[in-house]
DNA sequence: GCAGATACTTAGCATTGGTATT
DNA sequence: AATACCAATGCTAAGTATCTGC
């Protein structure tokens, strides 16, 4: 208890110094929420916790037209009513209304990649390469100079170790360097061309089923049961999952019994006729034993396995693309398991089988080392297409979708298509204005279907919600997006806590995901979706005249290469510009700029609703941290007053050694205050993140080279902001981001 | 023009593994 | 050396968007 009130004052005095709430309006940023505040409420069915965005409070309307009086229910097209839904609550569109052709941005459709290299200079290596040359120069300079100037200091032997050993890392790190390829420094391929020579040794297969050991054993209605092969190794699936939630489910059980059964031979399937007389008691035992057992392994032994990985990695984890050697990202084929879907889904449960030789699709150059299948097995097909990016591929049984094999997140493939969507993103800088204008027009306009356009892409703009695409009832959990957003998702308000024109939002979105926010709109949004939401059932969709093909379609209408979610990275990376150059301040200490730059980060991931289920751990660590924190400020009060002491015995009898240890304790005052703050402010920083998480904006939304201008002007280390692998990622970035970069 | 197929990005949770602490 | 902790990594599901064939 003491601690939580300490711990919310701490809060409290680092909220004074740095606004703790996030302003996300002014600037050229989406003039979204003013002051979005992270709450906790209870959370649907599911027993997770879930964040609620507090209403913003007031809401600027740089992009919004004023005046609102002539929008009246002036009807529309006459035949305005809600369609009916089929089984698979995918719509028919009556061929729509010729675009409202339009607007001074229309530009020809053109092939989007064509388009994003033309329209941004750079965009292209050539000025780059000789800049960057040098940059690399002068960094090994300093690296080499560096270690050696340390070592002549140290004395003691270990020391001498430790330095060697850092050197041998430095050199190891520029070896690196020197092997990557810098790939952004080349010409691009003609168009679709996505590689001139791919090899690689096809994908790892998981290792057979292993039978249980003769004393573990099944039981079934009391009796002991020897399964078949193949249905013990189902069995199995399900005993290792015993102790997780989804066991209880009727749907997961209902799932896996009837594609268990399915796995047995006619004597089994005749017996075993009812999962709740299944008694998987000493399989799952068992599981448990393997997996206390692998804890305790001896070093050894780990470092076998360690080794033996390392030797599938070695081979299975790389291909040779163009000359060079890239990480493949995910070469293991998925093993079989029961499928575990997220939210309610109606497949949890069901046997995911295991994949055979036979079930891959290889993709690799003609002229190249065709991979060799397991012993005894061949492959599906080989093909040779040089205008996809994955190695292999397989149908997956659980949705029928493919599943392909591609490379890692460093490699050119990856980076040159993340370093393009940036650029498109950018670009949208140069007419989103245009386009705002645009959609405050449409608002008016006579046609529903142009309507509900505008009312959907002002919440995507405006609420960084993502497209929506229609999903086949009964095949997936029921979450929504924008398009695909239902009359029962929204409701409305006419005023709500001195807000007028309130829609509070109710919905779950991607991996079910609840979006929950309320947010006042202009009140032609607001008429808009009264009118949209006439006469219709709870379960019908709010845009019935709208689908994320036609929104699509006219977004690449209005700039090449626009489509929806390009919104969301445009608004998330212009968030992150603002808010770090709101909240941060080169004369903070590092600290202080750690935490203002988590601080905009976390204001990204609010925008984009990136939750997270709190750490298990939470509460226990944040008390552990608290109760440093109390223990250092008793260092902290101890050492002041040594300090005090010493002050006052050199002031009565100045001597150079009582001053001396005068600056002793000063120095230790100020160390004690700066770890201090240093966990005070993690504290804060953890306490702000308990459900949200800054991952998934920072790999996807976040232009790179935002992050890496910011350090270099604030004179912060890179990897304090991106670790080893996201450096690997943002290599290109991190190459050619200048101090002047701006997004 | 549409449905289904295809290809690729985005997503959160589980596990691993490295480091600090005892 | 053992343990605790958390960041990094791995995994794979779930989206978006485009393509293809009628």
Redesign the pocket.
């Known amino acids: 208890m003491a601690q939580e009130d300490k711990a919310k004052k701490v809060k409290a005095e680092k909220a004074k110094e740095s606004a703790l709430t996030y302003d996300l309006s002014g600037g050229d940023v989406r003039p979204n929420v003013k002051k979005v505040k992270a709450k906790i409420t209870e959370k649907s069915q599911k027993g997770?916790m879930q964040k609620k965005v507090k209403s913003p409070k007031k809401e600027s309307t740089d992009f919004e037209i004023a005046d609102d009086k002539r929008i009246k229910e002036e009807a529309n097209d006459g035949d305005f009513m809600p369609e009916k839904k089929?089984k698979?609550r995918?719509?028919?569109?009556?061929?729509?209304e010729g675009p409202s052709s339009s607007t001074a941005l229309s530009l020809p459709k053109k092939?989007?990649k064509k388009a994003s290299q033309e329209g941004d200079e750079s965009f292209g290596p050539e000025k780059r390469k000789k800049k960057a040359e040098a940059k690399n120069k002068k960094v090994k300079k300093e690296e080499e100079e560096h270690p050696v100037a340390v070592k002549t200091k140290k004395t003691k032997k270990t020391k001498e170790e430790i330095e060697a050993a850092r050197a041998l890392k430095i050199k190891k790190k520029e070896e690196e360097e020197q092997q990557r390829w810098r790939w952004w420094e080349e010409e691009k391929y003609a168009d679709?061309i996505?590689w001139k020579f791919l090899e690689h040794n096809g994908p790892y297969f998981p290792p057979e089923y292993q039978p249980l050991p003769d004393n573990v054993k099944f039981y079934y209605d009391g009796k002991p049961v020897k399964l078949s092969l193949a249905a013990e190794e189902v069995a199995l699936f399900f005993a290792q999952m015993l102790d997780?939630e989804y066991t209880t489910k009727d749907v997961f059980r209902d799932n896996f019994f009837a594609d268990w059964r399915k796995e047995m031979t006619l004597e089994e399937r005749m017996l075993i006729t009812d999962l709740n007389k299944c008694d998987f008691g000493e399989l799952h035992a068992m599981h448990r034993e393997r997996?206390e057992a692998?804890?305790?392994m001896s070093?050894e032994e780990?470092l076998v396995?360690?080794e033996a990985?390392q030797k599938i990695?070695e081979e299975y984890g790389y291909c040779m693309l163009d000359k060079h050697r890239e990480r493949i990202?995910?070469?293991?084929?998925?093993?079989p398991?029961l499928?575990?879907?997220?939210?309610e889904?109606p497949?949890?449960g069901m046997l995911?089988k295991r994949i055979q030789p036979e079930d891959v699709?290889i993709?690799c150059s003609r002229d190249s080392r065709i991979p060799v299948p397991p012993a005894g097995h061949s492959w599906k097909e080989v093909r040779h297409?040089d205008?996809?990016?994955?190695l292999a591929?397989w149908?997956?049984n659980?949705?029928?979708?493919?599943?392909?094999v591609?490379l890692?997140?460093n490699s050119k493939?990856?980076g040159e298509?993340?370093w393009e969507?940036y650029e498109v993103a950018r670009k949208l800088k140069t007419c989103v204005d245009a386009i705002r204008a645009q959609y405050q027009q449409d608002l008016k306009s006579k046609q529903m279907g142009i309507r509900q356009r505008a009312v959907a892409l002002y919440f995507i703009d405006k609420l960084a919600?993502?497209?929506?695409?229609?999903?086949?009832e009964g095949e997936?959990?029921d979450?929504v997006?924008?398009?695909?957003l239902r009359v029962e998702h929204i409701t409305l308000h006419d005023t709500l806590g001195g807000d007028k024109c309130v829609v509070e939002f109710d919905f779950?979105?991607?991996?079910?995901?609840r979006y929950y926010n309320k947010v006042p709109v202009s009140k032609r949004v607001f008429k808009n979706l009264k009118l949209f939401m006439q006469n219709k059932q709870e379960t019908d969709d709010l845009f019935d005249r709208l689908n994320?093909?036609l929104?699509?379609?006219h977004?690449?209408s209005l700039m090449p290469?626009l489509?929806?979610?390009?919104f969301?990275?445009y608004n998330a990376s212009m968030t992150l510009q603002q808010q770090l150059k709101e909240l941060s301040n080169p004369s903070d200490n590092q600290v202080e700029k750690l935490l203002s730059y988590n601080r905009a980060n976390r204001a990204v991931?609010v925008l984009?609703?990136?939750?997270?289920?709190p750490?298990?751990?939470?509460e226990?660590?944040?008390a552990?941290?608290q109760a440093?924190i109390e223990s250092r400020k008793e260092q902290l009060a101890l050492a002041k007053k040594e300090l005090k002491q010493a002050k006052k015995e050199a002031k009565a009898n100045s001597d150079n050694k009582l001053l001396a240890v005068v600056e002793k304790k000063k120095k230790a005052v100020q160390r004690c205050e700066e770890q201090l703050l240093r966990m005070e402010v993690?504290a804060t920083d953890?306490e702000e993140n308990k459900q949200i998480?800054l991952?998934?904006?920072k790999?996807?939304?976040l232009d790179p080279r935002i992050s890496v201008a910011w350090c270099k002007n604030m004179e912060v280390s890179l990897?304090k902001i991106y670790?080893?692998?996201?450096r690997d990622k943002f290599a290109w970035a991190i190459d050619m981001t200048e101090l002047d970069f701006l997004f």
């Open positions: 997770k089929g698979k995918k719509r028919k569109l009556e061929s729509v092939k989007k679709g996505k997780h997996v692998r804890k305790n070093k780990k396995i360690k990985n990695l990202g995910n070469f293991k084929i998925e093993p398991a499928f575990r879907g997220r939210g889904h497949k949890q995911k699709i993709n297409d205008t996809v990016t994955w591929s149908t997956e659980i949705q029928g979708s493919c599943k392909y591609m890692n997140a493939l990856k298509k993340d969507k919600l993502r497209a929506g695409n229609e999903k086949e997936t959990a979450t997006g924008c398009c695909s779950l979105g991607k991996d079910c995901i994320t093909a929104l699509n379609k977004l690449s290469g489509t929806a979610k390009v969301r990275t991931a984009c609703n990136h939750q997270r289920a750490p298990k751990t939470f226990q660590s944040m552990n941290l440093k993690q953890r998480a991952s998934t904006s790999l996807n939304y990897d670790n080893k692998t996201q």
